[in-house]
């Protein structure tokens, strides 16, 4: 799936493991791994790509919140870096994140 049209249609389609979804806006390319209702942690994982300058987009000066969620990012390979909580945190091979729900 690419990145929707914003005056299109919602697309209703349920999700699917292996489903492909790129965002050529952001530079994000994302496989579904596992769905929220196939597991009991109502866990949804994806493997993302991100190239270099990839950006995840936010709603207000580049904030992405998801305030009911706990996102973590394990890095497979280069380096991983964001800003939350007003500074800048980074990872590299291997390393693992995880970005506090509702911050």
């Known amino acids: 799936m690419s990145h929707p049209d914003p005056n299109g249609p919602p697309d209703r389609r349920p999700i699917k493991v292996g489903e492909v979804w790129e965002n050529p806006v ?11 209702w196939g597991n009991p942690a109502s ?19 580049g ?3 998801h305030p009911a969620l706990v996102e973590q990012f394990t890095v497979l390979e ?9 500074g800048r945190d980074g990872i590299r091979t291997p390393g ?8």
Do not use: D, Q, W, Y
């Not at 952001?26 to 929220?36: A, D, K, Q, Y």
């Not at 990839?54 to 709603?59: D, F, H, T």
């Not at 693992?96 to 911050?103: E, Q, S």
């Open 26 to 36: 952001t530079g994000e390319h994302s496989v579904i791994l596992e769905r929220p």
């Open 43 to 61: 866990r949804v994982t994806g493997e993302l790509t991100a190239l270099v300058g990839a950006r995840v987009m936010g709603e207000h000066r």
């Open 63 to 65: 904030e992405h919140r």
């Open 78 to 86: 280069g380096a991983l870096s964001i800003l939350r909580f007003g």
């Open 96 to 103: 693992v994140l995880i970005a506090n729900r509702g911050k």
